[in-house]
């Protein structure tokens, strides 16, 4: 039969694939044996079960050659693991820190200066309740100017707050954003309590989440591929004119062939917990920590997808399957970006 291996015939379809994933030649375009089946599509496709299936292709990490990288957990794990191996001690410089305890210390006499005026200024505006002088509340009997000193305590309370926070903000709030960024990957790791937008049930009710992922249209587009399957006609995928070692010399061409239902590119959208820059916001670890984002490793972001796929050798009008899918997906590349 026709040799398939390191042929010409491979190497074209392989720039073929990448080309639809990424426009030309790419070291982090991968092309995939084009009739191994993704899944069994045996019912219309269910969102959870499309997800479910994006995320254990996308939340893989690849190595050069585009094989699953099987010393890690995965990329969500991985970048769980970066996060809490930040190095935070400069977050906050000495500086930073004795003027965010000199605006505490601010805000705290504010604070107390402010509830000795409002003790006061309470006394005041019951004595003239008491002497029928009013009959307002407290607050429009401040808003009167009746005790002017109050607006000046709570004014210069709010004043030293607001610079208490910006201070806060651009010191101790580095740690709470990061402290946030780490919370949010630990609820797309969370396996028994579903938290929307961050992890995603798994298949069925009782099978416990995963890090939520997404490919839009999808689904969709899946349903209508088994709606049609039975009508629908194979579409030339990539066709070309190989050399057969095995065959005499002056007998009839023969062409290899891949053959699809319907294909389709899909970008890979994880959910809110992901942090795809984590690396630049935060390029320093502890030390002695090893970074769990091995800058050689990849994540897919895209993926090409064939429905019914055939592989079939053409010889004289002859044509015989050497392969097919079934009426099921098939994963035919992924295109993928450092981590």
Excluded at 108 to 126: M, N, R
Excluded at 173 to 178: P, R, S, V, W
């Amino acid at each position: 039969m026709v040799s398939t291996a390191n042929s010409d015939f491979w190497r074209a379809y392989d720039a073929k694939v990448k080309a639809m994933l990424a426009g030309g030649a790419s070291p982090n375009a991968f092309t995939l044996p084009p009739t191994q089946v993704w899944f069994e599509l045996k019912t219309a496709p269910l969102e959870e079960v499309v997800n479910f299936r994006v995320h254990n292709l996308a939340d893989t990490l690849r190595t050069a050659d585009g094989s699953v990288d099987t010393s890690s957990n995965g990329y969500a794990q991985a970048l769980s693991g970066y996060l809490d191996a930040v190095d935070t001690d400069g977050f906050v410089s000495p500086g930073d820190q004795t003027a965010l305890d000199d605006a505490e210390g601010k805000r705290k006499k504010a604070k107390a200066d402010f509830e000795k005026v409002k003790v006061k200024a309470l006394e005041a505006y019951q004595q003239d309740k008491d002497d029928g002088v009013t009959d307002s509340t407290f607050e429009q009997w401040i808003a009167n100017h009746n005790y002017p000193q109050y607006g000046s305590a709570e004014g210069e309370m709010k004043k030293t707050q607001t610079t208490y926070d910006t201070i806060y903000r651009q010191t101790q709030g580095k740690i709470d954003t990061l402290n946030k960024y780490r919370e949010n990957v630990k609820d797309a790791l969370n396996t028994t309590v579903l938290k929307p937008g961050f992890n995603m049930r798994i298949q069925d009710r009782d099978a416990g989440f995963s890090p939520a992922y997404s490919a839009q249209g999808l689904t969709r587009e899946l349903g209508e591929w088994f709606k049609d399957k039975g009508s629908t006609t194979a579409q030339s995928f990539f066709k070309s004119k190989v050399a057969d070692i095995n065959s005499p010399a002056g007998s009839e061409d023969i062409f290899l062939e891949v053959t699809t239902k319907g294909s389709g590119k899909y970008d890979i959208q994880p959910g809110i917990w992901d942090l795809p820059n984590a690396k630049a916001l935060y390029p320093k670890l502890k030390l002695g920590v090893q970074s769990p984002l091995d800058p050689t490793l990849a994540r897919p972001f895209s993926f090409l997808v064939g429905f019914n796929v055939e592989l079939k050798v053409t010889m004289g009008g002859t044509s015989q399957v050497l392969a097919s899918s079934g009426e099921n997906p098939v994963v035919l590349g992924i295109l993928c970006k450092s981590v």
